[in-house]
């Protein structure tokens, strides 16, 4: 951070290094010589002060003539010094409400005129985003006002004191008074500041302005007094400005906040009961072109219409940004010699937009962290979409791709706050963010991947029980913390750390199914936090896992997560060769290859994939010999054979192509013929048995004597006589038929 010499600011401001460090001493500034020096941003930030300070001295005649500088002071509303230089007329990060360049706000400043100058008014609210000019504003106020006989303006920032106590900041208003006003600073103290401050102090300087002359209090950033860490003022602080807001007419207060009134605690809105509110907001594109065309007016750079429209298109009317972005292209034109005579045109604004956003990142910061939690995590989504607009139900949606699993009030009710801040619009039933550069900067500082931890503090109650619960969880107590997680889950969904301390509870307790399913959605919104234990849970149920499908499923879903995981690479190679090897053996070699590469087994990939070229040989070889194409079958059945000849039926598709003929079809005729001698040979040896029967009962006949017996015995011989002589005649036949069969197959095989 840079350091300015007293005796520099001095020269600058026209006025002696004495009466300088008088006043930056009274403001509790540790300089004691004209070699002292102070931060840079600290002199900026109080510029104005020191100016308006020095200005009411001068007209008291509280310094001499000699304490002057001979040099006469800038105009801050120029661009060209005395000794014709040039200088860049946008102003950044300091209020503009004290110099000429303050454009706009016509409407605006006669409302709050018109309310202070009002009997039956005691106050007013102005709210407005971070950053959007609510300061500049304050200080146009003070201005306007020092100019007219009805007001001291006294401008009073409370960012820097909100850890004060009552008494300590009433004392720092009181200097702040006497310093603004010209009054001699009240010096009757007592132990009791406070009752001195309302009873003592505010009449001594209202007895010592003029009569119809009233006192003006421009407080700034007041709402950050409106903090749970600032118990004090809620039980001090506001009660005793309630009081203080009644206490005269000619006291009247003008507080600036960055919140809007309905957001602020209810003890916070008791004290502005019935007080009036103004919203600060863009610009119109009449005043931000007025402020883009500053330049104009001393003729240092131009503008063409179409970069004006442009830069109006881009900021939307912030003021800050416009500022911003129109200070650095006109630093960008000066420093090419011979590029500020020409008009600046819409590419020159394109080159100059990151720049300027790198440039604002400080104070961008400081508007963001203005956004409340649920704010932050949906125009973080609605930036990574683009400039287009987005409906309500696409923007839910892209929520939820994002890892918010429920959309919960808070996150339902964000568009609407943040239309109401001006920072989107709705048209045609499509929202818009109305400021693209602002867009432009959350897309790629804030993108919702690193915002999503913005959602655990949405929900304050959802917080707290998970800060319960975490105390538990340290104390060993699962039980109790899994009851007070689920409770905080209940409140918020998307509560990440949350989520992740209930899985590491049901990953102790050995419920495996519930950690997964817990952490495979936490992945969704947040692969860093979760991947570990995800990749813990999901080797664990591999190893427990019986079907070898599921085992491998399982071990996948981990070397997805984590490509070169040890134990899920050596055990995915085993199963899926396993696999190839299964689909091998059943010529499926395509699924076999798919496998083994998988696996990367290299020498059965190489098998595999010389067995895919041999059996496309194979099956073509196949179709020529269907289409008697035999010589291109011979052709290819060589090249198989010179490869592997024990190829799967190489031998008879050979043969084939040689001869014509099938010894897979002679051997299937011959296996055939073979069954039916065998079958003739099993009923002949049947004929043989039943002969011998025959014999037998012949036999039994011939002993009989009885003669009726005997002649049907003879009878019965006959005919077992003439049956034998037919089974003679079919015994020969069977016989020559099978003799036949043998012949006409040794036949056969000679041919072949």
Not at 361 to 386: D, F, K
Request: hydrophobic share 35%.
């Amino acid at each position: 951070m840079s350091k300015l010499r007293i005796h520099e600011l001095a020269k600058e401001l026209n006025v002696s290094s004495k009466v300088l460090i008088h006043y930056l001493q009274q403001v509790d500034l540790d300089v004691s010589s004209h070699m002292s020096s102070i931060d840079a941003d600290t002199f900026l930030r109080i510029r104005p002060n020191i100016e308006a300070k020095l200005s009411s001295w001068k007209s008291q005649g509280l310094f001499s003539t000699h304490e002057m500088r001979t040099q006469q002071p800038s105009k801050e509303s120029s661009s060209i010094s005395s000794t014709g230089k040039k200088y860049n007329p946008y102003i950044t990060g300091n209020p503009v409400g004290q110099s000429d360049t303050f454009i706009g706000r016509t409407d605006l400043l006669k409302t709050v005129l018109n309310t202070v100058h009002n009997p039956n008014e005691s106050g007013m609210i102005l709210y407005g985003q971070r950053c959007i000019g609510k300061t500049s504003v304050l200080h146009r106020l003070a201005k306007t006002l020092s100019k007219q006989t009805q007001f001291v303006p006294i401008y009073f920032d409370l960012q820097d004191k909100a850890a004060l106590s009552l008494d300590a900041l009433l004392q720092n208003l009181a200097t702040h008074i006497s310093q603004h006003s010209g009054i001699l600073p009240f010096d009757n103290w007592t132990h009791d500041i406070q009752s001195d401050f309302q009873n003592k102090l505010i009449p001594y300087v209202l007895e010592k302005l003029p009569q119809k002359t009233g006192l003006l209090v421009l407080f700034d950033e007041f709402d950050i007094l409106d903090s749970p860490t600032h118990d004090q003022a809620v039980n001090v602080f506001f009660p005793y400005f309630r009081n203080l807001m009644q206490l005269d007419s000619r006291l009247k207060f003008l507080f600036v906040m960055g919140r809007r009134p309905q957001d602020l605690s209810t003890v916070y809105l008791s004290l502005f009961k019935g007080v009036k509110s103004v919203h600060i907001t863009l610009l119109q594109p009449k005043e931000t072109e007025a402020i883009i065309r500053l330049s104009e007016q001393n003729n240092s750079l131009q503008w063409s219409d179409t970069a004006i429209d442009h830069i109006i298109q881009l900021t939307g009317g912030h003021p800050y940004l416009t500022q911003q972005l129109c200070q650095v292209i006109w630093d960008e034109k000066h420093e090419k010699r011979g590029k500020a005579k020409y008009p600046v045109e819409t590419q020159d604004v394109d080159i100059a937009i990151s720049k300027a956003l790198t440039c604002a990142t400080n104070s961008l910061e400081w508007l963001w962290n203005g956004l409340g939690p649920a704010e932050r995590v949906v125009i973080s989504a609605m930036a990574s979409i683009g400039p287009d607009g987005i409906s309500r139900d696409d923007l839910e949606n892209r929520l939820q791709e994002s890892g918010v699993r429920i959309l919960i009030g808070e996150l339902r009710d964000a568009p609407s706050v943040l239309e109401a801040w001006h920072l989107i619009q709705t048209t045609n039933n499509s929202i818009y963010m109305r400021v693209e550069m602002l867009r432009q900067w959350i897309a790629d500082k804030k993108p919702l991947y690193r915002v999503r931890e913005e959602m655990d503090h949405i929900l304050p109650v959802a917080e707290n029980l998970f800060q319960a619960a975490y105390q538990l969880y340290q104390g060993g107590d699962l039980k109790e913390t899994r009851q007070l997680l689920q409770r905080a889950l209940g409140h918020n969904p998307n509560h990440m750390k949350a989520n992740q301390l209930l899985a590491e509870i049901f990953l102790a307790e050995g419920n495996l199914d519930e950690a997964r399913e817990l952490l495979e959605t936490l992945y969704k919104s947040n692969p860093s936090l979760a991947k570990p234990r995800l990749i813990q849970t999901l080797l664990s149920l591999a190893r427990l896992e019986p079907d070898t499908s599921h085992q491998l499923t399982l071990f996948e879903k981990v070397l997805a997560l984590e490509p070169h995981q040890p134990e899920a690479l050596s055990n995915c190679s085993r199963l899926l060769e396993s696999k190839g090897d299964n689909a091998f053996q059943q010529n499926e070699y395509e699924q076999a290859l798919h496998y083994y590469e998988r696996s990367g087994v290299t020498e059965k990939i190489n098998g595999v994939k010389q067995t895919i070229y041999l059996n496309k040989l194979y099956l073509e070889a196949i179709e020529f010999i269907h289409n008697n194409n035999r010589s291109n079958a011979l052709e290819l059945i060589i090249k198989i054979i010179t490869m592997a000849p024990d190829f799967r039926e190489t031998s008879r598709y050979f043969h084939l192509a040689v001869t014509g003929n099938d010894i897979k079809e002679i051997e299937n005729r011959l296996q055939s013929q073979n069954t039916v001698t065998s079958d003739l040979r099993k009923e002949l040896l049947a004929l043989k048995n039943r002969v011998s029967v025959l014999e037998k009962e012949n036999k039994v006949l011939k002993n009989c004597t009885a003669v009726q017996e005997k002649r049907e015995l003879q009878e019965r011989i006959q005919s077992l006589e003439q049956e034998k002589l037919e089974l003679k005649s079919l015994q020969h036949k069977l016989k020559t038929m099978i003799e036949q069969s043998v012949e006409k197959a040794r036949q056969s095989r000679l041919v072949n």
